[in-house]
C-alpha cells in the first residue's frame, strides 16, 4: 500500500510565495516522474510541473520563472516553491508520483489535494 500525503497549501496574498510537500511512504520499491497537478473550479486538471527520477524538469507555460519543482529521493518527497503568485494560481493541488511497489508494476498514485488560495 502506497500513501502521498500533501501539505503546505493555504491563503496567501497576490505576489506572495507558498511552498507545497509530498511525501510517498509504503511499500516502494521505487519512483519515477513525480509531479504536481492543479484544478480550479470548473476546469479541468492540469500539470503544473513534473520532475524524473534523474532531475528533469518540465513546467506549463503559465508558472515558468515563478514555480520550481524539486525532489528529495532519499525521502520519497517532492516539493513545489510558488513564487509570485497570481491570483489564476488559485486551486486544488494534488501530487502525483509514479511509483514501482515490491508487489511489481509500475502505477500512478495521487495525494488527496491541498487548497492554495491567492487573493487579497
Known amino acids: 500500500q502506497v500513501q502521498l500525503v500533501e501539505s503546505g497549501g493555504g491563503l496567501v496574498q497576490p505576489g506572495g510565495s507558498l511552498i507545497l510537500s509530498c511525501a510517498a511512504s509504503?511499500?516502494?520499491?521505487?519512483?519515477?516522474?513525480m509531479g504536481w497537478y492543479r484544478q480550479a473550479p470548473g476546469k479541468q486538471r492540469e500539470l503544473v510541473a513534473a520532475?524524473?527520477?534523474?532531475?528533469?524538469?518540465n513546467y506549463v507555460d503559465s508558472v515558468k520563472g515563478r514555480f520550481t519543482i524539486s525532489r528529495d529521493n532519499a525521502k520519497n518527497t517532492v516539493f513545489l516553491q510558488m513564487n509570485s503568485l497570481k491570483v489564476e494560481d488559485t486551486a486544488v493541488y494534488y501530487c502525483?508520483?509514479?511509483?514501482?511497489?515490491?508487489?511489481?508494476?509500475?502505477?500512478?498514485?495521487w495525494g488527496q489535494g491541498t487548497q492554495v488560495t491567492v487573493s487579497s
Open positions: 520532475i524524473t527520477s534523474g532531475g528533469s524538469t
Open positions: 509504503g511499500s516502494i520499491f521505487s519512483i519515477n516522474a
Open positions: 502525483n508520483a509514479e511509483i514501482r511497489t515490491y508487489r511489481g508494476g509500475i502505477y500512478d498514485y
